[in-house]
């Protein structure tokens, strides 16, 4: 299958994206890792987005999709994966969209995990980190730096759910809960999506 999964920060994506992707057999796909690979192995691509990166500005949607896209185009993506963290646009998921009909392939579903803004912000600003053998709180993990983050998510990357959902590929799931009890509720989302596609006309 292949699959995106979509939640606001705090909602667990990084965690159900390794256990949904081993129960699936398919690799977990982030941005951050495609990033790394390509910065360090000195690609073309990573070369160019670390420019902007060192300057502090956002790397281009062109140079990030084209990393994605080579990225699913290596063998261990072809029967499959499930991207973390990518499309954070409609534009990008545009661009998604394009690329795999270049690779012959489309979407089978996108999981967006739902958790209540409170209890995000209780789950973010409960993290610490243990500095000079002491326990504090990131500056980015404080109440209101959380609700900020949210605001922006919000904004930036919440369309999503209605992109994806008018093209009839969105499953919502409820995020709060035992982690293994998350996971049942998506791995029965993509059960049921895989049975609807394949009884159901072609979504192109």
Not at 55 to 82: H, Q, S, W, Y
Not at 144 to 165: I, K, N, W
């Amino acid at each position: 299958m292949r699959v995106v999964l979509l939640g606001p920060p705090g909602a667990g994506k990084g965690t159900q994206a390794q256990i949904i992707a081993g129960q699936l057999g398919v690799p977990a796909i982030s941005t951050g890792d495609i990033f790394r690979a390509n910065v360090s192995g000195q690609t073309e691509l990573g070369m160019k987005a670390k420019t902007y990166m060192d300057a502090g500005d956002l790397v281009p949607d062109e140079i990030t999709v084209a990393m994605v896209r080579d990225r699913l185009a290596e063998t261990d993506a072809k029967g499959g994966f499930l991207l973390d963290g990518f499309p954070r646009t409609i534009a990008q998921a545009e661009q998604l969209r394009d690329s795999l009909g270049e690779l012959g392939h489309r979407l089978d579903c996108v999981l967006e995990l739902v958790v209540d803004e409170d209890e995000l912000v209780r789950r973010l600003s409960g993290r610490r980190m243990l500095v000079d053998g002491e326990w504090v709180q990131r500056e980015d993990d404080k109440p209101e730096t959380v609700r900020h983050r949210l605001q922006v998510y919000r904004e930036q990357t919440a369309p999503l759910s209605g992109f994806y959902d008018s093209a009839g590929l969105l499953s919502r799931i409820d995020a709060i809960g035992a982690v293994d009890e998350v996971t049942q509720r998506a791995i029965a989302a993509l059960e049921q999506s895989a049975a609807g596609r394949s009884d159901g006309p072609d979504a192109g």
